[in-house]
């Protein structure tokens, strides 16, 4: 139980810190975890993963919404367009060989925290408010679109598509992408975790539990700091988070 503990706890503190600054999903870090150290099964593995991401994403959610971050009425259209098109993209990935696909998302996360450091998100919530309300709907439908269908395809990386879309497409500013993003990730995650437990059983109960605490206390230490730091800082900060996990995963994959 001492080695159980021990992982899910460092687990925890990577996937909550990357959930917490930059809004990805627990699956990234926890999943590859728990499958190299534990020899957990995947399908197991990932169901912890994304129960884990449930509390850290609402936590975090409920943080920057509280710091005025969170941009709730098109997350929640973002939202619908993510969920609907995670279930196509799942069954057109059924139909096609795609066993590196996985690797992306980790090879995504370590350039968008490069992309942070060299190159900050510095759009401010003025230039937010200035884009025409119809045209900020159309863009997260779309955007919504294009991110499920490429989660469900690949099966990772929600997080990070999300983050990298709200900043580079629809133009938000860091702390507001972050929220909105961990907002919508709640909502994925839970769905996410209920039918991984509903198909496959629950998983190994200690387990769970330490993930979900660790994921859960770091995150909101992680979302706390985020809401307090400036622009600039808080682009490091997510920078460096991103490459170390991105490299971390990497190395131990």
């Known amino acids: ?53 449930v509390l850290a994403s609402a936590v975090s959610a ?23 098109f995670t279930l196509f ?8 060989p795609n066993q590196t696909m996985g ?3 980790v090879f995504m996360t370590f350039l968008l925290g490069v992309k942070f450091i060299v190159k900050p998100v510095m759009t401010t919530k003025e230039a937010m408010a200035s884009v025409d309300p119809r045209k900020r709907f159309i863009q997260s439908v779309v955007c919504g679109v294009m991110i499920g269908f490429i989660c469900g395809f690949i099966g990772a990386g929600g997080g990070m598509m999300m983050l990298l879309i709200l900043t580079s497409v629809l133009g938000y500013e860091l702390k507001t992408a972050v929220g909105t993003s961990v907002f919508i990730m709640a909502f994925t ?12 059983g629950m998983p190994d109960l200690w387990c769970l539990i330490f993930c979900v605490l660790s994921t859960l206390l770091w995150a909101r230490i992680a979302a706390l700091f985020a809401n307090k730091a400036s622009a600039i800082t808080l682009n490091r900060a997510t920078g460096v988070v991103l490459v170390v996990l991105g490299a971390t995963i990497m190395i131990v994959g």
């Open 189 to 200: 995650a839970f769905t996410g975790a209920a039918s991984h437990f509903a198909i496959g």
């Open 103 to 105: 690797s992306f998302s």
């Open 62 to 84: 409920y943080t920057y919404g509280k710091n005025k971050n969170l941009d709730v009425k098109n997350g929640i259209v973002m939202m619908i367009s993510v969920l609907c």
């Open 1 to 53: 139980m001492l080695t159980e503990f021990i992982v899910c706890f460092i687990a925890g503190i990577g996937a909550g810190l990357g959930t917490g600054f930059a809004g990805m999903s627990a699956a990234a870090v926890i999943s590859p975890m728990l499958i190299t150290f534990l020899h957990m099964p995947a399908y197991n593995a990932v169901g912890i993963a994304l129960a884990s991401d």
């Open 89 to 96: 993209g799942s069954w057109i990935a059924s139909l096609v």
